[in-house]
């Protein structure tokens, strides 16, 4: 079975905080993303990353920024933390096929106080 | 963009079928996926259409009309397990965008 692990299940932040969330797999996937998830907005894709050392912008990545240097390792860096940045972050991977299903982390709710 | 466009809620009874739709309209296409979410947990593949016309499994049925840009997700014989949220998902190019999802509540 695929595993994605993402490193903590609960954070808590302050504001202007640098935060890191980090996310591994273990299926050798060249795709790798992240989401987060809030309640009546469903998940929105913040980056994801095609292969190592690429990304690109998904469609809320104000505030955000990613590093791919490892193929199984995705990590997502909020540079200055702010409260609206309080969510439920997913990770996730895919064979680079396109077609294959994500396979999602089990999360990591941040908080940013 | 990406506009994808689900009920927010619906409930049904043990036993009985219930017909999640999703509607959606985006600058490409290559796939639309149905997720699986528990709560608090993470989201569970259920299904994958390419092409126009009905994927079965098991309990769980798809259907997608691309001209219309139109799917829904079919559960037979309903169970209390089947309590969650369901996801609709487009793919286009390496981009998975999800719908805002629709909580399933199945009561005795």
């Known amino acids: 079975d695929v595993k994605v692990t993402q490193s903590s299940r609960y954070l808590v932040k302050r504001t202007g905080e640098k935060v890191f969330l980090e996310c591994v797999q273990d299926m050798d996937h060249e795709n790798m993303f992240w989401y987060r998830q809030d309640p009546g907005l469903g998940l929105r894709l913040i980056y994801f990353?095609?292969?190592?050392?690429?990304?690109e912008k998904g469609d809320i990545p104000e505030g955000y920024s990613v590093s791919r240097e490892k193929k199984e390792r995705f990590s997502l860096i909020l540079e200055s933390a702010s409260t609206n940045q309080t969510s439920m972050y997913l990770c996730?991977?895919?064979?680079?096929?396109?077609?294959?299903?994500?396979?999602f982390g089990n999360g990591t709710r941040l908080t940013v106080t | 963009g990406q506009n994808i466009d689900q009920p927010t809620e619906m409930t049904a009874t043990e036993g009985a079928i219930v017909q999640i739709n999703c509607t959606y309209q985006?600058?490409?296409?290559?796939?639309l996926f149905w997720y699986q979410q528990h709560a608090g947990e993470a989201p569970t593949f259920l299904s994958y259409n390419v092409l126009d016309g009905l994927e079965e499994k098991g309990r769980f049925s798809s259907f997608l009309s691309r001209s219309k840009g139109y799917s829904y997700l079919l559960l037979k014989e309903l169970q209390m397990k089947d309590s969650a949220s369901y996801l609709c998902a487009v793919l286009n190019d390496y981009k998975l965008s999800f719908g805002a999802g629709t909580t399933v509540t199945v009561r005795a």
């Open positions: 996730a991977s895919r064979p680079g096929d396109g077609y294959s299903p994500l396979h």
């Open positions: 990353s095609y292969d190592v050392k690429m990304k």
């Open positions: 985006t600058s490409g296409f290559n796939g």
